[in-house]
Each structure stands twice: as C-alpha cells, then as structure tokens.
C-alpha cells in the first residue's frame, strides 16, 4: 500500500502562483509514476500532469496546464511537486496526488483545494 498526503492548496488571485506537496509513504518502491489529477465542481477528474518514478521517462502535461505549471519530484523525500504559475480561474479545483505502481494499482491522496480568484 501507498499513502499519499498532499499540501500547499489555498486561495490565489488570477495570475499569481501556488506549490503543491505531496509526500509518499508505504511501499515506495514498487511505484512506477505519480502525478497530479484535479476536479472541478460539476466536472470529471482529470489528469494534469505526471512523472516517472525513476530516471527514465518523460513528464506529461495536460494541454490546459502546459508552459505555466511545472511538476517535479525529489525521490530522497518520497515527494512530488506541482508549481503551478500564472493561475487561471479554471484551475478552480481540488487537486488529487496520484501514484502508479508497476502492475498498475493507483493510489490517491485525500486532495487539496485550489481557489483562483478573478
């Protein structure tokens, strides 16, 4: 099992910028990906960006989210981050940490609320 408990949500004026954590904990080592989905009120999930757990592999992006946010991850920490810059009101939502093991079982986090306001 994973868990995973994500930080940094608030509330942010049009065109500023938020950092969300998440720090992994439990079976670390049979992860493969992670990333970050969000939902918005009345909306599906949807997937805003990941990354490969190890070296290899390339980041991934939502086409909504490209150039202005940036994910990251620090494998020390068992963490990933989503620098998120230039915020929009439709980045309103509850963002999810997401993680991906090697035969394909995901685990999410409980989610932490974005509130842009315009």
């Known amino acids: 099992q994973v868990q995973l408990v994500e930080s940094g949500g608030g509330l942010v004026q049009a065109g500023g910028s938020l950092r969300l954590s998440c720090a992994a904990s439990?079976?670390?080592?049979?992860?493969?990906?992670m990333g970050w989905y969000r939902q918005a009120p009345g909306k599906q999930r949807e997937l805003v960006a990941t990354?490969?757990?190890?070296?290899?592999?390339?980041?991934n992006y939502a086409d909504s989210v490209k150039c202005r946010f940036t994910i990251s991850r620090d494998n020390a920490e068992n963490a990933v981050y989503l620098q998120m810059n230039s915020l929009k009101s439709d980045d309103t939502a509850v963002y999810y940490c997401?993680?991906?093991?090697?035969?394909?079982?995901?685990?999410w986090g409980k989610g932490t609320l974005v509130t842009v306001s315009s």
């Open positions: 997401n993680a991906r093991n090697v035969i394909g079982m995901q685990f």
């Open positions: 439990g079976s670390i080592f049979t992860l493969a990906t």
């Open positions: 990354i490969p757990k190890g070296k290899g592999g390339s980041t």
